[in-house]
């Protein structure tokens, strides 16, 4: 999940995952760390899925995932997450498999008025396209804004709003909701917008977890496409178990896999107009990831 480490002892700020393709903000933390970084590559595949049309789909998605973020003064935090990723749809039928590539940024700020309290906001650049379509008609744009409380000695719940635009689609706004709760030294809850985990200590290398998420992607597709020029939508929710293994403070391995319980396909036309939507039968997928912070 997005975050960023810091000293062991200290707090550390949350990242909201919040709608459409990843709004994050960095929140409030018990004390203002140094400067952070993270490098992740990960990759995640999805097996076969029987769609209700009697046309079957599977997913491979690799990339990566930087975030980084610190202190402008005693009271002011910034922070940025960006993700690279390409995503390969291998259709039985065809007309819709391809090749494609999502990007986006998202700058914070949060401002800290007493060690408990902090509010944050920042904006959202996007980009989902086919590998040949206009990215031009392929860019997304939003912004969010909220805040982050402890109410309790390690339990921070946050809450804030999100906008995006959409490809060919009316603008969303969601609520973003987080917790981050340290149950004890082994169990940590946590919950950023659409993900979560709740995961377990098992040694200081070692660490076990359940996680769950929900994804939503829409790429701009190309004038040669079946729908020219249209917009491929994918939303999905799943759950899975995973385990992380931690062989210096620095790098963290993680191995999940799980099921994807529900998902929808859409395709809609360049006026705005959904010309076709199917649900998926459940099926497996697996993910595998490597973290670096310093």
Not at 18 to 32: M, R, V
Not at 39 to 68: A, I, M
Not at 154 to 171: K, R
Request: hydrophobic share 40%; glycine share 10%.
């Amino acid at each position: 999940m997005p975050n960023y480490d810091v000293e062991k002892g200290k707090s550390m700020p949350k990242a909201f995952y919040a709608c459409l393709l990843g709004l994050t903000a960095l929140g409030q933390a018990k004390e203002i760390p140094d400067w952070s970084f993270s490098f992740t590559p990960f990759t995640r595949y999805s097996f076969e899925q029987d769609l209700n049309s009697d046309n079957s789909f599977s997913v491979w998605r690799s990339g990566l995932s930087f975030q980084g973020g610190g202190p402008i003064n005693s009271f002011l935090l910034v922070g940025w997450t960006s993700n690279l990723e390409h995503a390969n749809y291998d259709f039985a039928d065809d007309t819709f498999a391809g090749d494609f590539i999502f990007l986006d940024f998202r700058p914070s700020l949060s401002v800290y008025l007493n060690p408990d309290l902090g509010f944050y906001t920042g904006i959202l650049v996007g980009m989902g396209a086919e590998t040949g379509a206009d990215l031009g008609d392929s860019m997304v744009y939003g912004g969010f804004v909220g805040f982050n409380y402890q109410m309790a000695p390690h339990v921070w719940v946050g809450t804030g709003i999100g906008f995006s635009t959409q490809l060919e689609d009316d603008p969303i706004i969601l609520p973003l909701i987080s917790l981050d709760w340290r149950i004890n030294d082994d169990w940590i809850l946590s919950i950023s917008g659409l993900r979560g985990d709740l995961s377990y200590k098992i040694d200081d290398r070692w660490s076990f977890y359940l996680e769950g998420r929900y994804d939503i992607r829409q790429y701009r597709l190309t004038d040669e496409a079946a729908i020219n020029h249209g917009v491929l939508g994918d939303r999905s929710a799943a759950a899975g178990v995973g385990i992380r293994y931690s062989p210096h403070p620095a790098v963290t391995f993680s191995l999940v896999g799980g099921l994807i319980l529900w998902r929808e396909i859409t395709l809609y036309d360049d006026h705005e107009t959904k010309v076709y939507e199917d649900t998926a039968e459940p099926t497996g997928y697996v993910s595998a990831n490597m973290r670096f912070a310093w």
